[in-house]
């Protein structure tokens, strides 16, 4: 079974400076998807980014990036000139390709990312 | 685009009592699923269906039943209420293909008393 690591309970970060979140994940699957997930006081989750394991290139949205190291099974987030409404809960999700476990996400346990003035 | 709607927000309940949660998309998407989050543990699958009519367990299902009778709506149920199932439950949907995104409901916060 797949797993996903979350090491930091707790991250702060100064408005516009850069914040990294860690994640790593134990799989014996060559090919699957990873995302990080942003879950404000409202509760709703929302998708941040995604990356697919057999690309090499980091995933990039906007001020959002990933560092995708397959062989260390690291998937880490940077969060470049982090704004007040970047302060949530980060959680990182893995998902198999494999048909039977078509909508199983499985969750890292998340960072509380706090965005000081 | 009302995306995923989960009813209600809130719900309050005994021990032994039973309720359905709901789940409505407007996406047509194919996959639909169920997860609780619980404080340290992040998400955990309960139920989740690959299409109408079918339907299979995740890591927790135990107390909890679910049916998918159309593409729009997987209703989970709680037969008998206990105090381990106070918890938030989200409703996710996610279309078939290559895109592999999930799209979450806002969650409807259980307590059990």
């Known amino acids: 079974a797949q797993t996903v690591t979350q090491s930091q309970p707790e991250m702060s970060v100064q408005e516009a400076e850069t914040v990294t979140l860690s994640c790593t994940y134990d799989?014996?699957?060559?090919?699957?998807?990873l995302f990080w997930y942003k879950q404000p006081p409202s509760r709703q989750m929302i998708l941040v980014i995604r990356?697919?394991?057999?690309?090499?290139q980091n995933a990039t949205e906007n001020r959002f990036s990933v560092n995708f190291q397959k062989a260390a099974k690291s998937f880490s987030l940077k969060i470049s000139d982090s704004q007040l409404g970047d302060a949530a809960m980060y959680f990182c999700a893995y998902r198999s390709p494999l048909a039977g476990t078509a909508s199983k996400l499985t969750f890292g346990t998340g960072t509380r990312l706090q965005v000081t003035l | 685009n009302a995306g995923v709607t989960q009813t209600p927000k809130f719900q309050v309940l005994k021990t032994g009592q039973s309720m359905t949660l709901q789940c409505a998309q407007d996406m047509n998407h194919e996959y639909m699923s169920w997860y609780r989050q619980d404080p340290g543990m992040g998400l955990r699958l309960i139920h989740y269906s690959v299409g109408a009519g079918i339907t299979d367990q995740g890591e927790v299902p135990n107390g909890y039943n679910v049916s998918r009778s159309t593409t729009e709506d997987f209703p989970l149920r709680l037969l008998s209420a206990a105090p381990s199932q106070t918890s938030v439950y989200f409703c996710a949907s996610r279309e078939g293909g290559s895109k592999n995104i999930q799209y979450f409901g806002a969650g409807t916060r259980l307590s059990v008393l």
């Open positions: 990356q697919e394991a057999y690309k090499q």
């Open positions: 799989t014996s699957e060559s090919d699957y998807y």
